[in-house]
Nanobody, 124 residues
Framework: QVQLVESGGGLVQAGDSLRLACAVFGRPFTWFAMGWFRQAPGKEREFVSAISRGGANTLYADSVKGRFTCSRDNAKNTVFLQMNSLKVEDTAVYYC?????????????????WGQGTQVTVSS
């Protein structure tokens, strides 16, 4: 059974930075392309970023491009989301997800395994 455990969320001010981490257990980490999604209150869960199995390729939503960086450490079975220049509108629960097909994609349906989420709150 695959388990994804996120950490690193918190309350910050606009302009600050946060680094989220997601550790994967139960299957070889390199089987998966990894993604980050977020869900704000009253809104649909939306794509944030994705990274390929080896880490060479990444994909970002337009709303975070240039501010967020997705990376992974395959030796530590962990994927990261470095979030800089945070905005109030980045406030959401952030979820990591694993895609066993291995290709990077922004489609929620391509991700079979999900973490429990970590809250990020950005105040003005």
């Amino acid at each position: 059974q695959v388990q994804l455990v996120e950490s690193g969320g918190g309350l910050v001010q606009a302009g600050d930075s946060l680094r989220l981490a997601c550790a994967v257990f139960g299957r070889p980490f390199t089987w998966f392309a990894m993604g980050w999604f977020r869900q704000a209150p009253g809104k649909e869960r939306e794509f944030v970023s994705a990274i390929s199995r080896g880490g060479a390729n990444t994909l970002y939503a337009d709303s975070v491009k240039g501010r967020f960086t997705c990376s992974r450490d395959n030796a530590k079975n962990t994927v990261f989301l470095q979030m800089n220049s945070l905005k109030v509108e980045d406030t959401a629960v952030y979820y990591c997800a694993a895609n066993p097909a291995g290709r990077i994609t922004s489609s929620r349906g391509d991700y079979n395994h999900w973490g429990q989420g970590t809250q990020v709150t950005v105040s003005s």
